[in-house]
């Protein structure tokens, strides 16, 4: 039995392109995807697409200026991005967007969409009945562009000491992760990421941490 949606939804992301992108999907999608109607995966399209500056484009151009850019960049960083080719697979196939993001903005059409600090969304929304699912950049990762300090792991685990919710955070195993949240339940996962590598044939391995301020036991019906 598939779990019961949420009544009240929010996401939060400091992104504000990424933002951008979701509200111009929750209320413009049509708007949005004719914006692809003649688009090409080209190199020179792609290096166009970095030198224009944001701010001189109108919310709508701004999202699909970031979907495009994300769509053909290795590994979809957002910042340093190169443009990714592959020998096993078809470009991106830009008449599909609409079919892809139909389910997309679905699933926003009901959504707060925030552009806060994590802090200030968390504590902002936290109640008794609040689920934080928390997915902060990977510790010793670069390519987020933004600037997640060693801090920010340390408040994000005092927040679940003090919290009114329950709190969810994936992050990638180091000792000083398990370091910060020591006392918590963790759970490890294997992960095989799909990144660019793996259009080389290859897949990488990782561990990723699952970190809880509850006991899987009381989880209840939230999964």
């Known amino acids: 039995m598939r779990p019961q949606a949420a009544p009240v939804e929010v996401l939060n992301d400091i992104n504000g392109d990424l933002v951008t992108l979701y509200r111009v999907v929750q209320n413009h999608l049509e708007e949005f995807v004719r914006q692809f109607k003649w688009a090409l995966s080209s190199r020179q399209v792609f290096e ?10 109108t919310d709508i151009q701004r999202a699909a200026r970031f979907f495009y850019l994300q769509h053909h960049a290795f590994a979809g960083k957002v910042t340093g ?27 926003l059409s009901g959504t707060y969409v925030e552009n806060l600090p994590w802090l ?6 936290d109640r008794a009945h609040t689920f934080h699912y928390m997915d902060p950049p990977y510790w010793q990762t670069a390519g987020y562009g933004v ?24 992050i990638n195993d180091y000792p000083d992760i398990r370091r910060v949240f020591e006392g918590f339940h963790l759970e490890r996962l294997d992960i095989r990421y799909c990144n660019t590598n793996q259009r080389q044939g290859k ?3 990782s561990g990723e941490l ?10 209840g019906g939230l999964f």
């Open 48 to 57: 166009w697409q970095k030198m224009t500056r944001p701010e001189t484009l």
């Open 81 to 107: 991005q190169t443009f990714g080719t592959a020998t096993t697979g078809p470009a991106i196939n830009l008449l599909r967007i609409e079919e892809n993001l139909s389910a997309a903005w679905q699933r």
């Open 120 to 125: 200030e969304c968390a504590e902002r929304y």
């Open 147 to 170: 600037d997640f300090p060693f801090e920010n792991y340390e408040r994000m685990a005092d927040f679940m000491r003090r919290c009114k919710g329950k709190v969810m955070v994936s």
């Open 203 to 205: 897949a990488e391995m």
């Open 210 to 219: 699952v970190i809880m301020n509850w006991e899987p036991a009381a989880l």
